[in-house]
């Protein structure tokens, strides 16, 4: 199975890059970068030293219900897009030791029993693991110490 990650798409970046509200209704936070841990989810890949970034909270679902949570996510400041990702490899952004990966219906609610905290090597091959299983659609993958979301994981067409 190939696994394709999915960024925040360009429509919604954009709409933060000009000063649109986030999802808390709030006008997106500009800062500068010191180099570490500022994880873009537009291009997937970390926001340099000294780079400008923005901060917004932001609910990575179709639909607003009890599963759809909210959080803060950075993004780079300036237009950027995602690199290709070979098949195998992970996002760069994806540089910590581990993450919550949590398996979602067609719906997009949690699927129970799928959540857990994986090691950044077996990322891979518990996504496999997850989106064999039939009820499991899309897989998030989340900051195992803070929660926030990164991108999401779906079988590739």
Same mark, same amino acid.
């Given at each position: 199975?190939?696994?394709?990650?999915?960024?925040?798409?360009?429509?919604?970046?954009?709409?933060?890059?000009?000063?649109?509200?986030?999802?808390?209704?709030?006008?997106?936070?500009?800062?500068?970068?010191?180099?570490?841990?500022?994880?873009?989810?537009?291009?997937?890949?970390?926001?340099?030293?000294?780079?400008?970034?923005?901060?917004?909270?932001?609910?990575?679902?179709?639909?607003?219900?009890?599963?759809?949570?909210?959080? =803060?996510?950075? $993004?780079? #400041?300036?237009?950027?897009? !995602? %690199?290709? +990702?070979? =098949?195998?490899? $992970?996002? #760069?952004?994806?540089?910590? !030791? %581990?993450? +919550?990966?949590?398996?979602?219906?067609?719906?997009?609610?949690?699927?129970?029993?799928?959540?857990?905290?994986?090691?950044?090597?077996?990322?891979?091959?518990?996504?496999?693991?997850?989106?064999?299983?039939?009820?499991?659609?899309?897989?998030?993958?989340?900051?195992?110490?803070?929660?926030?979301?990164?991108?999401?994981?779906?079988?590739?067409?």
């Amino acid at each position: 199975m190939q696994i394709t990650f999915e960024p925040m798409d360009e429509t919604t970046a954009a709409h933060f890059r000009n000063g649109g509200a986030d999802d808390n209704g709030h006008a997106p936070e500009r800062h500068i970068s010191n180099g570490t841990g500022v994880p873009c989810r537009r291009c997937m890949r970390l926001v340099g030293r000294d780079q400008p970034y923005l901060i917004v909270a932001w609910r990575p679902f179709a639909a607003t219900h009890a599963y759809a949570e909210t959080g =803060p996510v950075f $993004l780079h #400041a300036e237009a950027c897009a !995602p %690199d290709p +990702i070979a =098949p195998g490899e $992970l996002p #760069a952004f994806l540089a910590s !030791p %581990d993450y +919550i990966l949590r398996g979602y219906d067609a719906d997009e609610r949690i699927v129970y029993g799928t959540g857990g905290v994986i090691s950044r090597d077996a990322i891979p091959a518990r996504i496999i693991d997850l989106l064999n299983e039939p009820s499991v659609k899309a897989v998030h993958i989340r900051s195992s110490r803070n929660n926030c979301y990164h991108c999401k994981a779906v079988a590739a067409a």
